[in-house]
C-alpha cells in the first residue's frame, strides 16, 4: 500500500509577500483604462508546430471517483473536485512519430506512425514535456489525476463517457485488440472531442499514486500526494479488460518502467497574465 502523506506544504497563497498581496488586491480593485486591450479567448482546438492536435478544456467542477458495482476501494470516496483553470489537452495519445519529432527516438514495440508510442516510462514522458516547451516557448506538462478524469468523464457521470455498459465501439481492449495497440483516433470519441481516453494505452499522470489519497485530497485543483512509490496511469489499455477502461478506474506504475501498453497524451497550459494597475 502506498503512503498517504497527511502534512502538505503550505499554499501559494498563504505565504505571498505583504506587498505582492496588496498589488493583486488593487488588481481587482480597479478595472483596466478604457480602450485598453483584453487578452484573446483561447480557442477551442489548437495544432502545435509537431503536428499534435489540443483541444480546450474549460474550467468546471465534477465528482471524481467511483462506488458503482465495479469500483474499486482505491476509487473511494466519491468527492467534488474544481478544476479552477482551462487547459488544452491531447486529442490523441502522442504517437510515434509525434514522440520521434520531439526526441528523435522510438522505442516502441508495436511499429506504426499513428500508434500510440510505448514503453515510455514516467521519467521518458516529463522528459518529452520538457523538450516539447523548450521547442515551443510553451508550458507542456502531463496532466493531473484529476484533470485526467475531468477531461475523460466530459460532463458525465457514468461509470464509462458513454454510458454504464461496455462498447467495444469506444474503446480497444483485450477482447477487440488482437493484442497490440491500433492507430489513435480510430475508436468514437467522447462528448469533448477526445479519442482513446478508454483503452489502447494507459496514460500516465503527474501525480504520486496512493491508495487512500482520496480520503485528504484538496478540493481544487489536487496535485496527488507529496510522495509515493508509484506514478499515477489512467484510462485501461489494449492488454487489459474492459473494466479498467472506466472513467474512475486507478492504477500506478513506477516511474522508471517501460513495458508495451504504457504510453500518455499532454496537457498544454493556458497562461493567464497578471495586470496590476498601479497608479502614482
Known amino acids: 500500500m502506498c503512503p ?12 505571498l509577500p505583504l506587498t505582492l498581496a496588496l498589488l493583486l488586491a488593487q488588481t481587482a480593485a480597479f478595472p483596466p483604462p478604457a480602450g485598453a486591450q483584453e487578452a484573446e479567448s483561447p480557442v477551442e482546438e489548437i495544432t502545435n508546430s509537431v503536428g499534435m492536435v489540443l483541444r480546450l478544456i474549460p474550467a468546471g467542477t465534477f465528482m471524481m471517483g467511483s462506488v458503482s458495482a465495479y469500483s474499486d476501494m482505491v476509487e473511494w470516496p466519491v468527492h467534488e473536485v474544481t478544476i479552477s483553470r482551462p487547459f488544452y489537452i491531447g ?15 522510438n522505442p516502441s ?14 521519467e521518458d514522458a516529463v522528459e518529452f514535456c520538457e523538450r516539447l516547451s523548450e521547442m ?14 475531468y477531461a475523460c468523464r466530459a460532463g458525465t457521470t457514468t ?3 458513454w454510458g454504464d455498459e461496455f462498447d467495444g465501439d469506444y474503446a480497444w481492449y483485450e477482447s477487440n485488440c488482437d493484442e ?3 492507430d489513435v483516433g480510430q475508436k468514437l470519441p467522447n462528448p469533448w472531442g477526445l479519442y482513446d481516453m478508454s483503452g489502447n494505452v494507459w496514460e500516465h499522470c503527474s501525480d ?10 484538496e478540493s481544487t485543483d489536487p496535485q496527488g500526494p507529496y510522495r509515493a512509490r508509484f506514478r499515477v496511469a489512467r484510462g485501461g489499455s489494449w492488454y487489459y479488460d474492459r473494466w479498467v477502461a472506466r472513467s474512475p478506474a486507478r492504477n500506478g506504475y513506477m516511474p522508471g518502467l517501460r513495458i508495451h501498453f504504457l504510453g500518455f497524451r499532454v496537457v498544454r497550459e493556458i497562461e493567464v497574465p497578471i495586470r496590476l494597475n498601479i497608479f502614482p
Open 109 to 122: 514495440y508495436f511499429s506504426g506512425p499513428r500508434r500510440p508510442v510505448e514503453r515510455v516510462s514516467w
Open 136 to 149: 515551443e516557448g510553451e508550458t507542456y506538462r502531463l496532466p493531473t489525476e484529476a484533470e485526467w478524469e
Open 208 to 217: 504520486w499514486a496512493s491508495q487512500r489519497y482520496y480520503l485528504v485530497s
Open 180 to 182: 497490440q495497440t491500433h
Open 159 to 161: 461509470d464509462y463517457y
Open 4 to 15: 498517504v502523506i497527511l502534512n502538505r506544504p503550505l499554499s501559494f497563497a498563504s505565504t
Open 91 to 105: 486529442v490523441y495519445e502522442v504517437t510515434q512519430e509525434e514522440y520521434e519529432r520531439v526526441t528523435g527516438t
